[in-house]
T-cell receptor, first 116, second 114 residues
Framework: AQTVTQSQPEMSVQEAETVTLSCTYD???????LFWYKQPPSRQMILVIRQEAYKQQNATENRFSVNFQKAAKSFSLKISDSQLGDAAMYFCAYRSATSGTYKYIFGTGTRLKVLA | EPEVTQTPSHQVTQMGQEVILRCVPISNHLYFYWYRQILGQKVEFLVSFYNNEISEKSEIFDDQFSVERPDGSNFTLKIRSTKLEDSAMYFC????????????FGSGTRLTVV
């Protein structure tokens, strides 16, 4: 069975600085998707960024980028120029690309605090 | 931007009572999901639904749980006889396709069983 591990329960970053959130996963599959979701205090989970395992190029979305290391099964999220609005819980998630399964497997989350 | 809407935002119920959590997915989405998050713990998959039937469910989703899309717009989760351990945040989500494009989540319903 696949697992997702986020080893940092909480991280802090100074406003305008850069922070990296870690995520590792375990799978025997070769084709899958990885996601980072943000859950602000308003509770709704918002997709931040996604990565397809067959793509070697790391995904980027504005200030958010990932470092996807398939062999190491690592998928870290880098937030550049951190803003107060980035403060939230961040969840890493895995989804198999196997037909017939749709579920996400989430990590336990990392709470990011942004200091003014 | 289209949203997934969940009602109510908070529900308190007596142990043993039935509850129905309601969701309105994005109108052109075809795949629907329920997840739950017990306070301080990870988000867990409950069930996925496509073409008016359950396509996948977890071991959590036992006979006490059921889902329904009664009218083509709402997507409901029913818990027949609630237990204290059902207290959690329940999230509905929908997606346009089965591929890895990501879901749109609702804001959740906090269920408190007393």
């Amino acid at each position: 069975a696949q697992t997702v591990t986020q080893s940092q329960p909480e991280m802090s970053v100074q406003e305008a600085e850069t922070v990296t959130l870690s995520c590792t996963y375990d799978t025997s599959e070769s084709d899958y998707y990885l996601f980072w979701y943000k859950q602000p205090p308003s509770r709704q989970m918002i997709l931040v960024i996604r990565q397809e395992a067959y793509k070697q190029q790391n995904a980027t979305e504005n200030r958010f980028s990932v470092n996807f290391q398939k062999a190491a099964k690592s998928f870290s999220l880098k937030i550049s120029d951190s803003q107060l609005g980035d403060a939230a819980m961040y969840f890493c998630a895995y989804r198999s690309a196997t037909s017939g399964t749709y579920k996400y497997i989430f990590g336990t989350g990392t709470r990011l605090k942004v200091l003014a | 931007e289209p949203e997934v809407t969940q009602t109510p935002s908070h529900q308190v119920t007596q142990m043993g009572q039935e509850v129905i959590l309601r969701c309105v997915p994005i109108s052109n989405h075809l795949y629907f999901y329920w997840y739950r998050q017990i306070l301080g713990q990870k988000v867990e998959f409950l069930v996925s639904f496509y073409n008016n039937e359950i396509s996948e469910k977890s071991e959590i989703f036992d006979d006490q749980f059921s889902v329904e899309r009664p009218d083509g717009s709402n997507f409901t989760l029913k818990i027949r006889s609630t237990k204290l351990e059902d207290s959690a945040m329940y999230f509905c989500a929908s997606s346009e396709a089965a591929g890895g494009y990501g879901y749109t989540f609702g804001s959740g319903t906090r269920l408190t069983v007393v």
